[in-house]
């Protein structure tokens, strides 16, 4: 099919997600037909950088042999089979090596196919642990969690109970379980001071709500150092780690939403590992396969799973699988990345790539309209803003952008008028300095 038929056949039969469909249907976006390392090439032959790591999962690349033999390789002995009641090799293989490489503690895996439903997989265990722990005297009561400000771990119903973004939030309430909600401590490289006084303040506020509702809560839900949906907002210095103290101090379960932040984006593998934090959960996607196959998997203590053992018929078990639970191909996809990541240094690469986009963007943030740029690791967000406040929705400022950088051969995406910039983790550092410049003009063609 040519590129015209294939973008009427688009606009007839696709739904895309998060995606204003009026307005797409008459922007003539790409229909990307194949990838070449860290590029994709559109039915029109066109090619284009790409910039926010297909939807922040790519790691190495797009058509990288090891990780494409490994997945071959797996084909040739079996695509799928059942994690219930049964085992594969790969799902083994990753699971031991999940907990190797995971914060100390983490020593059981729980497999599902999407960030979301490993989320979903964490609240229901934190529910469940607590009504079945034999120590627990008030564990039936423990239905409640603790969120944050900004925060966003997915699209399913519980997902979106303990998320805040109104636009993904509201036109579902009524659907929704009710959460305890506080605010999080920005980050402030222009003034420690003030940002260790949002700190003390923090946790004050937060020590003040697990004491009120003690009896109450199972799991502070966070995302590590940045909430990246929010438009990548960053987080002080230290807010992790007090997180980790009042959670030990109140008898709560922490749970570390990793989707976003894992896999070297912060700098370290894991973005926990910053401020030396082990939480109760721990919850991997979107990088875990390199960015090839959906996988998602909910790290645990043995301290929760032991609390689901018990005789079959006692109802102990955790009553929670997915079809492609621990699928053998997504698994060897895993193993193949993380094995990548170490043997290519992908993390050094990542200390490389965080310098490059701190230098290219200086003169940027001097924009009048670059309200400001947030930074962690190779996680950016510059958000725009007129000289008399926020751009009107109906501007779609942060949009248009993103139009212009795709005209100029490179895919970001905006959040509002927030444009991401997610490099893959082993990107040449030359393609970083590419994508830095090219939204910089991007900005300036748009933005008067």
């Keep these: 099919m040519d590129a015209k038929r294939l973008r009427e056949l688009d606009n007839q039969t696709v739904w895309h997600p998060f ?154 309430s009524p659907l929704l379980f009710p959460a305890v909600w506080t605010s999080v401590p920005s980050a402030s490289l222009a003034d420690p001071i003030l940002e260790q006084q949002q700190l003390d303040l923090w946790s004050q506020e937060l020590e003040r709500l697990l004491e009120l509702h003690r009896d109450a809560i199972a799991g502070v839900v966070i995302e590590p150092l940045v909430q990246a949906a929010a438009g990548i907002r960053t987080q002080a210095a230290g807010f992790l780690h007090r997180v980790r103290e009042l959670t030990r101090r109140f008898d709560v379960l922490m749970i570390a939403d990793e989707i976003a932040v894992g896999f070297g984006r912060t700098g370290t593998l894991f973005a926990c590992e910053r401020e030396s934090v082990s939480p109760d959960l721990m919850i991997l996607s979107k990088g875990l396969t390199g960015g090839y196959m959906p996988l998602a998997a909910t790290l645990v203590t043995d301290e929760i799973y032991d609390a689901f053992l018990g005789d079959p018929w006692a109802g102990r078990t955790f009553y929670h699988g997915h079809t492609y639970t621990g699928n053998p191909l997504a698994c060897a996809a895993a193993l193949a990345s993380l094995n990548l990541i170490e043997c290519n240094r992908v993390l050094e690469n990542v200390q490389l790539l965080e310098a490059t986009l701190r230098n290219e963007l200086a003169a940027l943030d001097r924009h009048p309209n670059v309200k400001t740029i947030r930074q962690q690791g190779i996680m950016v967000g510059i958000e725009l803003e007129s000289e008399s406040g926020p751009y009107p929705p109906e501007s779609r400022c942060g949009h248009r952008v993103t139009l212009a950088c795709r005209q100029r051969g490179v895919i970001v995406r905006n959040i509002g008028d927030v444009i991401v910039l997610m490099p893959a983790p082993a990107m040449p550092q030359e393609l970083v300095i590419e994508l830095c410049q090219t939204v910089g003009m991007a900005i300036a063609d748009t933005v008067p």
Excluded at 27 to 35: G, H
Excluded at 42 to 56: I, M, N, Q, T
Excluded at 131 to 141: F, G, I, L, Y
């Design 19 to 172: 995606t204003a469909m009026s307005a797409y249907r008459d922007e003539s976006a790409p229909v990307i037909v194949e990838a070449s390392g860290f590029h994709l090439f559109d039915a029109e032959g066109r090619r284009y950088l790409d910039g926010h790591s297909s939807l922040w999962c790519n790691i190495h690349g797009h058509r990288v042999p090891a990780i494409d033999n490994a997945i071959r390789d797996q084909l040739d002995r079996v695509a799928h089979t059942t994690l219930l009641g049964l085992s594969n090799v790969p799902s083994i293989e990753l699971a031991a090596e999940l907990v190797r490489l995971a914060p100390a503690g983490l020593n059981k895996v729980f497999y599902s196919d999407c960030g979301a439903a490993g989320v979903e997989v964490a609240l229901k265990i934190a529910y469940q642990y607590y009504r079945q722990r034999q120590s627990s005297s008030d564990a039936v009561a423990r239905n409640m969690f603790v969120c944050f400000d900004g925060a966003y771990h997915g699209d399913t119903i519980g997902t979106m109970s303990i998320g805040s973004i109104a636009r993904f939030r509201n036109p579902y």
